[in-house]
């Protein structure tokens, strides 16, 4: 896609013709709207606290916290400090340490400014202070400031590992990164503290489960999935729990759902293979799966029914890879942290990328909440069922009106005023000349053959003459595709696998199969090709056909 922007761009080639039209007709932006000005990634936020350092410092450190669950918002952040707090100042003093500790690192060293500010490089260092932080009150560590110099440490490294790990998993293997510093960094510093005699770093045992349940209790399991999420931030308590889940909704009501959901899998496999019950109603076998089901669900991917689906299965893997890890690395006396949510997540990606590429992942760069990502997905929907009607008609000889004809009367009259003034004869119909002055007095100048591309697209019926209908359905189709352009070009990307900018068939099959339409047949590709005169379907040809076709 990027190559094909790049050409549209260049002085030597005409502009494509959603461009051209844009010199005609303003187009508002639409986008997702939440309920209160602090949900979602608050991205509104940023921008206004780009210039203000220590603010944006707070807020990059804060959004760090949130996405440890996958929650990019500032205030979901601190919400889930005061949570970790209640349940002990100590470890809340540890996550904060780690985050800030991280951030920092990633501005010292200069790196991607927008990731940083982000919480991208912080989340790492946010687990790594609520790890030691942890296992640090089961020992001597609470209060020590030799954890606090570890933490420090620890959280430095999980950056710069953040970093050029990141960078190579992105690059060589096409995964995010996500905790696999803080998983690194974590693991090493635990087996010095455990297989290395040394005075400074005790880590003692966990606190006791209370005593055995007899039976299920649905107070007690209902409680269990909702500590399943709170353990995703190392917090078993009730209370605590409970503000995070309400952190995580407040940047994804869906995401939050999800996690439940997930959290819910885990136990029931739990459940199933017989675990001790107070392991389970402490939340442990939550977390990995609440996460898991989080990230397929709707993170790197859109949420739809396919991407719930495998949520939901990559949840039960989760759980069970979490109980096979905990065999094997429990004997160690190392705890299994998340990393059955990463095997878990990274098995559901690659099968996904294999076996079921219709199910469309969001572009990395774009990775926002679960709302935004179902909304470009409807967006695209949208967009492309209305291609695939258009495409049909098209090849029947017939041109649709569609939203001329549902176009409110307000609106048929703004369009009205236009034709008008463009037909400066007054004779019901726009000429080549006409247009051609229109562009010009709005300080527009075109070419001529940008000037006939534009003529042609509109004459529909090759009358040599535009009508009002034909310039209005044109005007509307053109303001509908512009409203959610960005939404659209960001949903195409990850098809276009090998960025050469050019839909091929077997790409275009992708998009159509990712919105449930059938493949392309031989006479609807016949029939493209004659209509874009057997060149390649580029990004700027495809916008051009959802308008005229």
């Given amino acids: 896609m990027s190559k094909a922007s790049e050409s549209s761009q260049n002085k030597t080639q005409s502009l494509p013709l959603h461009e051209l039209l844009s010199r005609l007709l303003k187009s508002e932006k639409t986008s997702l709207r939440h309920p209160l000005p602090i949900m979602g990634t608050m991205q509104d936020l940023n921008q206004a606290l780009e210039r203000r350092t220590l603010l944006d410092f707070i807020n990059a450190s804060l959004r760090g916290i949130g996405q440890v669950g996958f929650a990019n918002n500032p205030i979901a952040g601190l919400l889930i400090t005061l949570a970790v707090f209640i349940q002990s100042p100590w470890v809340a003093l540890m996550l904060v340490v780690g985050v800030v500790v991280a951030t920092w690192t990633a501005y010292f060293m200069g790196l991607d400014r927008p990731s940083t500010r982000n919480g991208i490089f912080g989340l790492n260092g946010a687990l790594v202070g609520l790890a030691l932080g942890t296992f640090g009150t089961w020992g001597n560590g609470t209060g020590n400031w030799l954890w606090v110099i570890a933490a420090i440490v620890c959280a430095a490294l999980s950056t710069v590992l953040m970093q050029y790990l990141g960078l ?210 409807l967006t695209a929907r949208e967009a492309i069922s209305a291609f695939r009607r258009q495409l049909r008609g098209a090849m029947k000889g017939q041109h649709h009106k569609v939203l001329f004809d549902q176009a409110p009367e307000e609106i048929k009259g703004d369009l009205r005023y236009i034709f008008d003034a463009i037909d400066r004869d007054s004779s019901g119909s726009l000429s080549l000349t006409e247009l051609s002055y229109n562009f010009q007095q709005a300080g527009h100048p075109i070419r001529e053959e940008e000037l006939n591309f534009v003529f042609s697209s509109m004459d529909v019926d090759n009358s040599g003459e535009i ?25 195409f990307i990850p098809i276009d696998q090998d960025g050469n900018g050019v839909l091929e068939p077997e790409e275009m099959n992708v998009v159509l199969a990712s919105v449930d339409e059938p493949p392309l047949s031989e006479e609807e590709l016949t029939f493209l090709q004659g209509r874009i005169r057997g060149k390649n379907l580029t990004w700027e040809k495809f916008l051009e056909l959802l308008l005229v076709i």
């Fill in 168 to 377: 190579w998993m992105a690059v060589y293997l096409e995964l995010p990164s996500m905790g696999v510093p803080f998983h690194i960094v974590t693991y090493s510093f635990l087996a010095i503290a455990l297989y290395i005699q040394q005075p400074f770093f005790q880590l003692g045992t966990p606190p006791p489960f209370p005593n055995l349940p007899e039976s299920l209790d649905g107070v007690s399991v209902l409680s269990s999935l909702i500590t399943g999420v709170g353990q995703i931030f190392f917090s078993g308590g009730l209370v605590s729990a409970l503000l995070i889940l309400i952190a995580l909704a407040l940047c994804s009501p869906m995401g939050a759902l999800v996690g439940l959901l997930g959290s819910a899998i885990g136990w029931l496999t739990g459940i199933a293979l017989g675990v001790n019950l107070n392991v389970l109603y402490a939340g442990l076998w939550g977390y990995n799966s609440a996460l898991t089901a989080i990230a397929i669900g709707g993170i790197f991917y859109a949420p739809n029914l396919r991407s719930f689906l495998f949520a939901c299965a990559g949840a039960l893997g989760a759980a069970l890879i979490g109980w096979l890890l905990n065999l094997a690395i429990a004997p160690l006396g190392l705890p299994i942290l998340a990393v059955a949510f990463h095997l878990g997540t990274y098995a559901c990606i690659l099968i996904l990328r294999r076996n079921l590429s219709s199910l469309v992942p969001v572009a990395p760069y774009s990775i926002a909440s679960p709302e935004e990502h179902r909304f470009r997905y």
């Fill in 467 to 491: 009508d009002f209908e034909e310039f209005g359905e044109l005007l509307l189709r053109h303001r509908r595709l512009m409203s959610r352009l960005d939404e659209l070009a960001t949903y």
